[in-house]
Nanobody, 125 residues
Framework: QVQLVESGGGLVQTGGSLRLSCAAS????????MAWFRQAPGKEREFVAAISWSGVGTFPADSVKGRFTISRDNAKNTVYLRMNSLKPEDTAVYYCALGLSRQWPMVLRSQYDYWGQGTQVTVSS
């Protein structure tokens, strides 16, 4: 069993930055791809970015490319999402996810097996 706990969300102005963290326990994450998704009120949960098990490969969604960076520290069993140049449309609950498959890249919600509880990010205009 894997537990994922996100942190780092909050309220920020347009153009600001945040760094989200996702700490894992119960299993070493170094063998698995991980990702961030987000869900805005009234919308489906959408893919944000994925990172390969080694951290060498990253795959951001077009909507965040050039602004968001996913990274991981396997020694700390933690994945990060650095968010720059934030926009009001980035407002959402952000979730991290772990996939047990070795497929790459994985962008579908159904491809991930474990999820955190989410952290709220609100970008004011």
């Amino acid at each position: 069993q894997v537990q994922l706990v996100e942190s780092g969300g909050g309220l920020v102005q347009t153009g600001g930055s945040l760094r989200l963290s996702c700490a894992a326990s119960g299993r070493t994450i170094s063998s698995y791809p991980m990702a961030w998704f987000r869900q805005a009120p009234g919308k489906e949960r959408e893919f944000v970015a994925a990172i390969s098990w080694s951290g060498v490969g990253t795959f951001p969604a077009d909507s965040v490319k050039g602004r968001f960076t996913i990274s991981r520290d396997n020694a700390k069993n933690t994945v990060y999402l650095r968010m720059n140049s934030l926009k009001p449309e980035d407002t959402a609950v952000y979730y991290c996810a772990l996939g047990l498959s070795r497929q790459w890249p994985m962008v579908l919600r159904s491809q991930y097996d474990y999820w955190g509880q989410g952290t709220q990010v609100t970008v004011s205009s």
